[in-house]
């Protein structure tokens, strides 16, 4: 087993929540070395290099990323600084160190025009500065040659951290009235979700390397998802109570919200492939939401 891990971008959900899985998990021997920004910033290559040369992990994940993805959009240089050079870099740093490497990437690597679930195989075309980034970083990470994992998750949220499920929990309580887009699709995933999951490949890894989809099972859209929020919140009985009725979420179209980032409107992803190679499966995406909700304070 490892003996020991460098996590980056432990202030993210993902980053987040894997330090607290792993912290609780007692069959972990690893030590965990966490990082957040100030302690290793991913834009200086020179400290990636450092860091690793000095830690001497035999495992390195990397959650860390640029992830405003419309300020993407007018910050190309940095985007592509954290998402695209710095997976490189730090691939090159574990394949010196004979360290294996997990990395995360997004279905913004699609176009999201397929009829039906994407599959790790189907043709990749970014639609945005950030999803552009995205695959390079995946990209770069095979041009090194190490065994890795990229993992390609949706729509990620959680108690901890900044997103959707947050933003409509502030607006409910807020307003009486929420527009949300109902013509995206695809799978809220939970941050603890991805941590347990990520635990148990861990656990299970031999000599499986590549790319491989992790979301939560089923599929919604945005519109569906806040719902849904509203509706698991006042079915836990959590307070403070929300102002908004359910009646009143109403689905509008993406040309009526428009965002300087292009989305995919298919963001499904198919997870057979994780579940083939490691017997992995995440649950539906409406039971990891009452987990998440009962984690607020
Ligand atoms: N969020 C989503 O909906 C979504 C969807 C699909 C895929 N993904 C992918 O899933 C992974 C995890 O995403 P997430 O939701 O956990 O993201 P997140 O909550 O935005 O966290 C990203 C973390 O990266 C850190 N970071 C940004 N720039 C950095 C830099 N220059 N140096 C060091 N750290 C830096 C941030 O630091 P600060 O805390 O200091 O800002 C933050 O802690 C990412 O690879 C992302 O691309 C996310």
New binding site residues.
């Given amino acids: 087993m490892y003996k020991k891990i460098l996590l980056?971008?432990?202030?993210?959900?993902?980053?987040?929540a894997l330090q607290a899985v792993f912290l609780k998990d007692h069959a972990l021997s690893a030590t965990v070395v966490g990082l957040?920004?100030?302690q290793?910033?991913?834009?200086d290559a020179g400290a990636i290099r450092s860091a690793v040369q000095t830690i001497q992990p035999d495992l390195i994940i990397?959650?860390?990323?640029?992830?405003a993805v419309d300020k993407a959009e007018s910050e190309p240089d940095l985007t592509y600084?954290?998402?695209a050079i710095?997976p490189q870099v730090l691939a090159e740093e574990a394949a010196k160190t004979g360290a294996r490497l997990i990395?995360?990437?997004?279905?913004?690597v699609y176009a999201g025009t397929k009829t039906g679930v994407y599959v790790e195989d189907d043709v990749t075309q970014p639609l945005s500065v950030y999803g552009k980034s995205?695959l390079a970083g995946e990209e770069a990470i095979r041009s090194v040659g190490l065994q890795h994992l990229i993992f390609?998750?949706?729509?990620?949220?959680g108690a901890y951290?900044?997103?959707f499920m947050k933003t409509i929990l502030r607006l409910a309580a807020e307003r009486d009235e929420l527009r949300i887009v109902a013509d995206q699709l695809g799978a809220p995933?939970s941050?603890l979700s991805i941590a347990h999951a990520v635990l148990a490949v861990i656990a299970g890894w031999q000599n499986q390397t590549g790319t491989y989809h992790m979301v939560n099972a089923g599929q919604t859209s945005w519109h569906g998802f806040a719902k849904a929020i509203v509706e698991e919140y006042i079915r836990l009985k959590l307070v403070p109570p929300l102002k908004v009725n359910l009646q009143n979420i109403h689905a509008i179209t993406t040309q009526e919200y428009p965002t300087p980032a292009v989305r995919p409107a298919n963001s499904c992803l198919d997870c057979n492939r994780l579940a083939r190679d490691f017997s992995v499966t995440l649950p539906d995406w409406r039971e990891a939401l009452a987990t998440e909700l009962l984690q607020l304070t």
């Fill in positions: 980056t971008g432990v202030n993210g959900q993902v980053g987040h957040d920004r100030n290793l910033d991913l834009t990397n959650p860390a990323a640029y992830t600084a954290v998402n710095a990395h995360f990437s997004t279905e913004y995205k390609r998750t949706s729509w990620v949220y951290g900044k997103n995933t941050s």
